[in-house]
């Protein structure tokens, strides 16, 4: 019964580098959220998908960031050029449906260090 | 829009004490969705509990139990008889009936003594 999967768990990105983060949901499960955790801070909201759609991006930051979750393979959350900005932990959360609000459940998180 | 507010940042008590974390909401909408969340120093999010806006009974899970008053717009979380292991920070959300997304509070840090 695994749970949500996220790799890399660490994850050290020099400015300008890109990062990929990776996010497998639980089986079953067809909706992903990512979240952002900047340090001392609670959560932020990022990207609403489900397979293969985008259904709310209005937490993404507008340049640098995307998100994908195909038909095959997990869910990525992208960062080009990454800045100092960025470090963060990011978190990412399946749930079985949308509607209604079912419980979110959430991966170990990546932390990511930008040099 | 929604806002969530934990007042407390953070907490200290000596094992065996009752400690309450508080949590304020903000929403127009009147179908909406509350839930706690348990960060413990490994990092990753424990899901808690998840109360509908139309159930105002109260909840007891062993040591945990949680007062929903929608009138002061509250869902406080209780541990009773704390332990070393509830160390942890607690996060309090939000999510109306879109569906879409949570809305956390920042958090309350509980450091539990021995």
């Known amino acids: 019964n695994a749970g949500v999967m996220q790799n890399p768990r660490h994850l050290v990105r020099r400015r300008g580098q890109e990062a990929r983060l990776r996010c497998s949901p639980m089986?079953?499960?067809?909706?992903v959220y990512w979240y952002r955790q900047l340090p001392e801070e609670g959560l932020k909201f990022m990207v609403y998908?489900?397979?293969?759609?985008?259904?709310?991006e209005s937490g993404m930051p507008k340049e640098r960031f995307s998100a994908e979750f195909p038909k095959e393979g997990p869910s990525i959350l992208r960062i080009q050029q990454v800045v100092r900005g960025d470090s963060a932990a990011y978190f990412c959360?399946?749930?079985?449906?949308?509607?209604?609000?079912?419980?979110?459940?959430f991966g170990p998180g990546t932390r990511l260090t930008v040099t | 829009a929604q806002k969530v507010t934990q007042a407390q940042t953070e907490i200290s008590v000596v094992e065996k004490e009752d400690v309450t974390l508080d949590c304020v909401y903000e929403t127009r909408d009147t179908t909406y969705y509350l839930f706690w969340y348990k960060q413990p120093p490994s990092g990753e999010l424990v899901f808690l509990i998840r109360?509908?806006?139309?159930?105002?009974q109260n909840e007891i899970s062993g040591r945990y139990s949680w007062n929903f008053q929608k009138s002061t717009s509250s869902f406080n979380f209780t541990i009773t008889a704390s332990q070393v292991v509830d160390s942890a920070v607690y996060f309090c959300?939000?999510?109306?009936?879109?569906?879409?997304?949570?809305?956390f509070g920042g958090g309350t840090r509980l450091m539990v003594k021995p």
């Open positions: 089986k079953g499960h067809s909706h």
């Open positions: 998908l489900q397979k293969e759609n985008i259904i709310d």
């Open positions: 959300a939000l999510n109306n009936n879109a569906g879409n997304m949570l809305t």
């Open positions: 959360a399946s749930s079985p449906r949308g509607q209604p609000p079912y419980e979110q459940y």
């Open positions: 109360r509908n806006s139309f159930d105002e």
